[in-house]
């Protein structure tokens, strides 16, 4: 069963023709948070690096990203970074000490035995607060400290609006079945 | 005597001489109808997002959300607009792209739909 990849725009005006044509059909969605370090502060382009910059700075686009202050990443549960510390690099992208989590969207319709899909990752939002925090190297009484926090990417944000007569499920996984029938 | 003799629901069978008794409620009913309609149209237009943004918010479309995804190895803004029960989501590449095509997909009336599609020059 062959599997065709569509960019956004491709993927609405399929689904356009298919409600135009009466042809009845299923949209599948699928929606998995993902922490791979996948995407890190290094290779972002400048527009999105400058939500960071309050903590973090580098030369240009896969320049190492070193820290300027002192922070906390509590999504990471609670890391402790120090000034100065290489953060990301574009040519260590495995063993990064700081990566930014996302959710990996796919959304596919099943239409005279093709499957037809768009995928894409939608990265959370990143916060920096400064926070009075306590700990082993921050004291007992506690000091202020940046903070960076990551919240996720509303859904209505990421979801393709679909009129109501388009019936959208949602999945955790798809299940490839080879059909030897059709050799027969 | 009996003007207009219904024939199913919405549905009058009017006399020539009658006409100027037509009821109003007809055209009411079907734009009711158009209303609850929704369409879905998606295009890329190589327009700057600038003028995307000020014909949406000319007939009405506010800016609801924002995130930033990646698609196709780039990274794009993605922003959401809302009016009512109709939404438009652009999507624009981030840095320094070129050429700039916004993918615009609406989710709305038929008549909001072309009218996004001229504002943008489609």
Request: hydrophobic fraction near 40%; charged fraction near 25%.
């Amino acid at each position: 069963m062959p599997l065709y990849e569509c960019n956004e725009h491709q993927f609405v005006e399929n689904i356009r023709r298919l409600l135009e044509s009466k042809e009845r059909f299923l949209v599948n969605r699928k929606i998995i948070v993902h922490d791979d370090a996948r995407y890190g502060p290094a290779t972002m382009p400048d527009q999105e690096f400058m939500r960071y910059e309050t903590i973090c700075a580098r030369k240009s686009v896969n320049s190492t990203v070193y820290s300027k202050v002192p922070f906390v990443d509590s999504f990471h549960g609670g890391r402790m970074h120090d000034e100065g510390e290489n953060l990301h690099t574009a040519s260590a992208l495995l063993f990064p000490r700081i990566s930014v989590p996302y959710y990996r969207v796919e959304y596919s319709v099943n239409v005279w035995g093709g499957t037809y899909f768009f995928a894409f990752d939608a990265l959370f939002n990143p916060e920096i607060v400064i926070e009075k925090r306590t700990g082993r190297r921050l004291g007992k009484s506690g000091a202020l400290i940046h903070v960076l926090r990551y919240s996720p990417p509303e859904e209505r944000v990421l979801a393709i609006n679909l009129p109501k007569e388009v019936m959208v499920f949602d999945v955790k996984h798809m299940v490839r079945v080879i059909d030897h029938s059709s050799n027969f | 005597m009996n003007l207009c003799k219904p024939l199913d629901s919405g549905t009058f069978n009017i006399g020539i001489g009658n006409l100027a008794f037509r009821p109003i409620f007809i055209p009411e009913t079907r734009i009711n109808r158009m209303k609850g309609v929704q369409k879905i149209k998606s295009i890329s237009v190589l327009v700057p997002l600038e003028r995307v943004q000020v014909s949406l918010s000319k007939i009405g479309f506010m800016l609801d959300d924002t995130a930033t995804i990646v698609a196709d190895g780039k990274f794009w803004s993605k922003m959401l607009y809302v009016r009512g029960n109709e939404t438009i989501s652009v999507s624009e590449e981030i840095g320094d792209a070129y050429p700039k095509d916004p993918i615009i997909t609406i989710c709305g009336s038929p008549m909001t739909i072309s009218k996004v599609v001229k504002g943008v020059g489609g």
